[in-house]
């Protein structure tokens, strides 16, 4: 079939105990913020409403952090599919802070089927291509032939971030030189 399908695989015996989402879930709607709750619906309109909490991004990448430090990552990991965008938006954040290229991989993969939205999608490849570009462009290359929206998404993304690499590999005096000398 022609058409594609968006990030909402089964849960194919992955997860947490429902204690332990509950949990995050708390967690996370402890930092809940309404307006910006109200403002993320706006901007992501395929996601049903409920499951948007309000959770601004500077605070779930400080949550990342601080659960990297804490070892609390693998259990969460783990845990798909999960409930709420920031959930998903705090796992994608955990897996751009994983420094071992193997590990990493084996996280985006696994987790790319539950990807169901642009904001989760957008963005995490950058570190991928700077460090791994030849690994990198294999997975691309692989996401891109998928039949799911957003992991075709990641593959696109992941490949213009060569683009952007190569971009910012030059400076900006040997972009712009003028082809006119001044007079």
Not at 46 to 75: D, H, S, Y
Not at 103 to 131: I, Q, S
Request: proline share 4%; charged share 25%; with cysteine.
């Amino acid at each position: 079939s022609s058409s594609r399908r968006l990030g909402t695989a089964s849960p194919k015996g992955l997860g947490g105990s429902p204690r332990k989402k509950s949990l995050m879930k708390n967690r996370l709607l402890a930092m809940q913020d309404i307006t910006y709750r109200d403002f993320q619906r706006k901007l992501i309109p395929n996601l049903e409403a409920e499951t948007i909490i309000g959770v601004r991004t500077p605070q779930l990448r400080k949550l990342a952090k601080e659960m990297r430090k804490a070892n609390e990552t693998q259990a969460f990991l783990k845990a798909l599919p999960h409930g709420t965008f920031e959930e998903n938006q705090l796992h994608a954040f955990i897996i751009s802070g994983i420094r071992d290229f193997a590990d990493c991989m084996r996280h985006v993969e696994a987790f790319l089927p539950y990807v169901d939205n642009w904001a989760t999608c957008d963005g995490r490849a950058a570190t991928l291509v700077a460090k791994h570009p030849a690994q990198a462009q294999t997975a691309a290359a692989r996401w891109l032939q998928s039949d799911r929206v957003y992991t075709v998404r990641f593959g696109m993304v992941t490949l213009l971030s060569f683009v952007r690499t190569a971009f910012e590999s030059f400076s900006a005096t040997s972009i712009w030189v003028l082809p006119w000398k001044k007079r």
